[in-house]
């Protein structure tokens, strides 16, 4: 089902404390979403975050990454069954600074999307383009790159449980936003790619959030968008006040 929701990416930032308390404060000042809230804290915030928000009907829990295997000797590592036993719910996959600092590569993110699924969590898989691809527009060839070599093995049936992201590299945490038709643009190509996969009836019931630089000014526009459904938030959602006002701008 398509829904709209934001997503707050926290990245490496708050301590335990500080997490606790910026998740209090957005759960004070976000009375009734039009969508789902999904906060992604650090690993080591997870439980107790998500035991904050448990008594909130549109607050859903996220983990920034998994391990693509089961269980085993990977020292430091963090597996998707211990995600899922924690209350986690979806999980952030092929973000750009995974796949930038941390070579992740798309044959990996699929067996990262299995490893969610087969868990019962919802992978939110993220795609965009560097400049340089912009630059000489073959930024649609590249993202359908990603999502065919990432999510399109999937069965419709899992299919169905994925949210995309689409987050233009250049935009993430620059301030340079994509303009909401540059946004569009690229959310109604994934549409047209899950529809040649998948066909029309699933690319329409499919979920796509805009990443990159949103923030309380440009949110509503960009989510007017017909083919965005809201938003993977980083720097933003670490002010309650800022991430609040995101969420308002849901259609
Ligand atoms: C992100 O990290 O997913 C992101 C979109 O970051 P920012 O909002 O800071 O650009």
Redesign the pocket.
Known sequence: MRQQIVAG?W?MSKNLEEGLELTKSILEKIDKPKGLVILAPPFLHLREVGKIIRVRKHFHLAAQNCHHEEKGAFTGEVSAPMLASGGVEFVILG?SERREYFKEKNALLAQKVNMVLANGMRPIFCCGEPLHIRDVNTHIGYVAKQLKGGLFHLNEEDFRKVVIAY?PIW???TGRTASAQQAQEMHAAIRVLIAKRYGKPLADETTILY????NAANAAEIFGMPDVDGG?????SLKADDFAAIVAGLK
């Open positions: 990416n990245k973000h987050e935009a993430i945490g990443g990159g630089s949103v993977l938030v980083g720097g933003a």
